[in-house]
């Protein structure tokens, strides 16, 4: 067979599937097809990335979008833009409990029982914020989320997922997070890993840019009452974020938030160890503990596995450039009272292919289904 006949061959088959993608129930029967054939064959990983993901990129095409169901009944339309959404349509599981990064899900729905207000930075299309949302609004009164996403189709998409989902109680903005108001923030890097740079001309047309806007101004100007949690996923700004926040987090126990955020090697040096990185120092000066997180980047079921974190100080960090989420609280019990498990000398990224010692859960795995 010639090249060209291969070709059209491939296009056939692609436009076949995106057919048929195009009928919901064809589409999630061989998604659920596919997901069990990846189960059962010889090397799944192999699989998944050799013949799963192709023929679910052509299942969705022309639907653009496949809707997924968690465990705890919240909706998502998932479309082909990100790593994470590509990780979840390839989740092992048809309902798992998370989109992306199982532990750190966890981790914040259990930091948001009992407070009244959280505020997401980053919030892309809601794989935090709606697991967030369905816990706070059984707080009694209910709790709010204040979801700030500057991309525009991700604020977008962020918005449908809240509506799908009948969520009333998430305030969306699209505006970006940073340590002074009002200055025009221009967007780079692609869906889920879009990060944010000041403008030098202040004039920058709305389509390229977004404005900024600080934590305290944003708290000062909407009169709330105590914010329990700040989450920030926002690709290299997390400090200029925190540092918009400071008379937040100057306050004392238990008034100040505790804090979710991510950290990464092109962004943060972390060459003397994380307890001497300018993020870290300025959260230590106003009495904040903090740890890493250990997680996987990706949707892996973790279900029965105690949440592992690191002392910012026994951090394993060797390795490629990479990045995960810091923990960071003034409650002194919180560990204890979430059942948070304290390891030491590991790295905080789950790796299935790399040292048990350093990437797997420390004393092994345990799955309570």
Do not use: C
Not at 161 to 190: A, F, M, Y
Not at 230 to 250: F, K, N, P, V, Y
């Amino acid at each position: 067979m010639t090249d060209s006949a291969e070709t059209v061959d491939d296009d056939r088959l692609k436009k076949a599937l995106s057919d048929l993608g195009t009928n919901d129930v064809a589409r999630a029967s061989m998604m659920r097809l596919l997901r069990t054939l990846e189960a059962s064959s010889e090397t799944p990983s192999g699989f998944r990335e050799r013949v799963r993901w192709p023929l679910v990129e052509a299942l969705i095409g022309r639907s653009e979008t496949h809707r997924i169901r968690l465990r705890n009944g919240l909706l998502f339309d998932l479309g082909l833009d990100s790593r994470i959404e590509k990780a979840a349509l390839l989740s092992a599981e048809e309902h798992p409990d998370h989109l992306w990064e199982p532990q750190t899900t966890r981790l914040l729905i259990a930091l948001s029982a009992g407070a009244s207000q959280v505020v997401v930075g980053g919030a892309y299309i809601g794989d935090q914020v709606l697991p967030i949302a369905l816990q706070l609004r059984d707080e009694s009164p209910e709790g709010v989320v204040h979801a700030f996403e500057p991309m525009a189709i991700s604020h977008g998409r962020l918005l449908h997922n809240i509506s799908i989902n009948s969520l009333r109680n998430v305030h969306v903005h699209r505006r970006g997070l940073w340590d002074v108001d009002d200055v025009p923030l221009l967007l780079e890097g692609e869906p889920a890993l879009t990060g944010a740079v000041a403008s030098e001309n202040s004039l920058a047309p709305a389509d390229s840019a977004v404005l900024s806007i600080t934590i305290d101004s944003y708290v000062r100007q909407e009169n709330l009452n105590r914010v329990g949690l700040i989450m920030l996923d926002t690709e290299g700004g997390e400090e200029r974020a925190l540092r918009g926040a400071s008379r937040l987090l100057s306050l004392p126990f238990p008034s100040a938030p505790n804090l979710v955020f991510e950290v990464h090697r092109d962004h943060v040096d972390w060459t003397h160890g994380l307890e001497s990185t300018a993020v870290v120092t300025m959260l230590m000066k106003h009495g904040y503990r903090v740890f890493a997180v250990r997680d996987f980047h990706s949707n892996v079921a973790m279900h029965g596995q105690p949440i592992e974190v690191i002392p910012i100080d026994r951090v394993y960090l060797d390795g490629p450039p990479h990045g995960f989420n810091l923990l960071a609280t003034k409650d002194h019990g919180l560990v204890e009272r979430l059942g948070l498990k304290i390891v030491s000398d590991v790295s905080p990224k789950y790796l299935l292919d790399k040292d048990p010692a350093l990437h797997h859960p420390v004393g092994g795995w345990i799955d309570h289904r």
